[in-house]
């Protein structure tokens, strides 16, 4: 029996050995679940893969080669090792919401691995309709990261305000949406993209003991068409731990702190007591943060003590 030739596609999703993939370039851009040969590269969704389709059912398929990625977007686990989320990303959309409460350090987490992984990022503040975005600690947060040049929008999924913003925003490149838990990550691609469907968080679950922590709606990283551009929900989480080779190279996700190093006399200045240290000089002046500063110390401890 001939060989059926292969075809590209793009992972959709996955789920341990079970790969919904899209075919492109396809007259009929048809959905093909498909199942990993043992020992292959792991595919993630945005992948994508040659598979070949069984000739007996076409809606079945086998994936022989995932292709090159262009970005990859991981993290390391509590356990230590590295989780793939997604690949072939082009703008991380990390969404906040006035509730649940931002945790800041998250964002900046998101942001180190964008830069790391030479994606683009923007800051998200969904559920404007709710009062509390009005809030001092939410709009100051946001001018901060305006400051350090990261685009910001608000939107609501609830009132649809914003949404052009962001569609644009995404246009023709591929987005993921993270951030925590029950900011409406999943609201956001359904306003965006009715068809998709998604499943969110009800609102008495949310207001339950547990607001938004141990409680995730969305269980599978998935892909969709948006427009020319490729939209991907994503699991809420709680912590992010950025995969870095070199600690060092921590520094790219705090402009601020790496342009301030510069003015240090030493080379090496771990700026803490070391005379003529431009960071010290920078936090003295107000010029960095101070939650950025903290948030900069225990990703870089968390970076090293991982290590050892
Ligand atoms: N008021 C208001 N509520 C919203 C908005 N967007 C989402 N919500 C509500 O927030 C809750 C959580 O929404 P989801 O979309 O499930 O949140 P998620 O970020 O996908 O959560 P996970 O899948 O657990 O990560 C739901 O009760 C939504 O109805 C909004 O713009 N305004
Ligand atoms: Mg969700
Ligand atoms: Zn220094």
Not at 36 to 46: I, K, L
Not at 90 to 108: G, K, N, R, S, Y
Not at 157 to 172: F, I, N, W
Not at 276 to 284: F, I, K, L, N, Y
Request: proline content about 6%; charged content about 25%.
């Amino acid at each position: 029996m001939p060989e059926s030739p292969t075809v590209a596609a793009i992972v959709l999703s996955h789920l341990r050995r079970e790969v919904d993939v899209a075919l492109i370039d396809a007259d009929d851009a048809a959905r093909v679940r498909c199942f990993q040969r043992s020992r292959a590269t792991e595919v993630v969704t945005g992948d994508r893969v040659l598979i070949e389709r069984d000739p007996e059912r076409p809606d079945r398929g086998v994936i022989v080669e995932v292709l090159p990625r262009r970005s990859l977007l991981q993290r390391r686990n509590r356990s230590g090792s590295v989780q793939a989320i997604c690949a072939n990303l082009d703008l991380l959309l990390i969404i906040v919401a006035a509730d649940p409460e931002p945790h800041a350090d998250l964002i900046d987490r998101y942001l180190v691995a964008a830069r790391l992984d030479d994606l683009d990022a923007a800051v998200i503040l969904n559920k404007c309709d709710l009062e509390g975005h009005r809030a001092p600690r939410i709009q100051s947060l946001l001018e901060l990261y305006r400051s350090l040049d990261v685009p910001v929008c608000a939107t609501s999924a609830e009132t649809g305000a914003g949404l052009a913003d962001l569609r644009a925003l995404v246009g023709q490149r591929t987005a993921a949406l993270v951030g925590q838990s029950g900011v409406g990550k999943s609201s956001l691609l359904n306003a965006l993209l009715p068809e998709a469907g998604a499943e969110i968080g009800s609102l008495t679950g949310k207001t339950h003991r547990g607001h938004g922590r141990g409680r995730h709606t969305t269980s599978t990283v998935r892909l969709y068409p948006l427009g020319d551009g490729v939209i991907i929900d994503s699991p809420g989480i709680r912590e992010l731990t950025p995969e870095i080779e070199d600690p060092a190279d921590l520094i790219v996700g705090f402009p601020e702190i790496d342009a301030a190093a510069r003015h240090c006399r030493f080379r090496n200045c771990r700026h803490d007591q070391e005379p003529d240290c431009g960071v010290t000089a920078a936090r003295t002046a107000g010029d960095i943060d101070p939650r950025r500063w903290r948030s900069y110390l225990m990703l870089k401890q968390e970076l090293v003590t991982g290590r050892t």
